[in-house]
């Protein structure tokens, strides 16, 4: 079993940037992608990547999905970060259906 570990999240201004990383125990799936989820919603897809990227209508041309797979890391690049951005981001494996532990990611000034 892969396990999955996210980090970089943290409380940025409206208009700032992070850059999210999951590190994986093992090899990275080839099917990978990044979700959400806001206090009382429900967890939401926010980008995917495999033989090419997509995003959720909300973050697409804001948000860069990446991975390294020497590093086994995938990586999520956020830009011009909006309020109804702050949620726990989770990273997950598609194949393995594995889920990280979140990182809080909260965009208020």
């Known amino acids: 079993q892969v396990q999955l570990v996210e980090s970089g999240g943290g409380l940025v201004p409206p208009g700032g940037s992070l850059r999210l990383s999951c590190a994986a125990s093992?090899?990275?799936?080839?099917?990978m992608a990044w979700y959400r989820q806001a206090p009382g919603q429900q967890r939401e897809y926010v980008a995917g990547i495999g033989h090419n990227t997509g995003y959720a209508r909300s973050v697409k041309g804001r948000f860069t999905i990446s991975r390294d797979s020497a590093n086994n890391t995938l990586y999520l690049e956020m830009k011009d970060l909006k309020p109804e951005d702050t949620a726990v981001y989770y990273c997950h494996d598609i194949t393995l259906n594995s889920w990280g532990q979140g990182t809080q990611v909260t965009v208020s000034s």
């Open positions: 093992g090899s990275i799936g080839h099917a």
